[in-house]
């Protein structure tokens, strides 16, 4: 019995120390998974503004309430993006959704790509900032590829 109850308290103690974010985990999903990492110093290359069109701008939205843990409380903020000498199109923006205790969690910044051409693009999202370390890693990400808007 009372091993049962240390065993509890230290479930307790690591789940009160594990941040309750509005969003499962990312990962990059098949077939983009298979992408080799960037060499070590590789950098950003800024891009240039760009508006998203309507199909783009859903296909953003859509792939980002994937990832939450509660698709129909999501909010979106600003949303920017950027096309760079390759023709890449990098997203930046803003989203609140419900932790799993149920309660809005407050903007987090995110930050993706869109992949594939036009109509058929996916949108794969690269990180969502619910932590003050994540918020900062996505922000340097956004700032990197010429997006200010997005804090």
Not at 2 to 31: E, G, K, N, Q
Not at 55 to 81: H, L, N, Y
Not at 90 to 117: D, H, K, W, Y
């Amino acid at each position: 019995m009372r091993d049962s109850l240390m065993v509890v308290a230290v479930v307790a103690v690591l789940a009160a120390c594990t941040p309750d974010t509005p969003h499962t985990p990312i990962f990059l999903a098949p077939p983009y998974d298979g992408l080799p990492p960037a060499r070590p110093g590789t950098t950003i290359e800024p891009g240039r503004p760009v508006g998203l069109d309507a199909r783009q701008r859903k296909t953003v939205v859509v792939s980002v309430q994937k990832w939450m843990k509660d698709p129909a409380s999501v909010q979106f903020g600003a949303i920017e993006a950027v096309r760079n000498s390759r023709g890449l199109i990098t997203v930046c923006g803003e989203v609140n959704g419900r932790n799993t205790a149920g309660r809005q969690a407050g903007m987090s910044p995110f930050v993706g790509i869109l992949m594939g051409p036009g109509v058929d693009a996916d949108f794969v999202l690269v990180g969502i900032g619910s932590s003050d370390r994540e918020r900062a890693e996505v922000s340097q990400l956004c700032r990197a590829s010429g997006i200010y808007g997005v804090k």
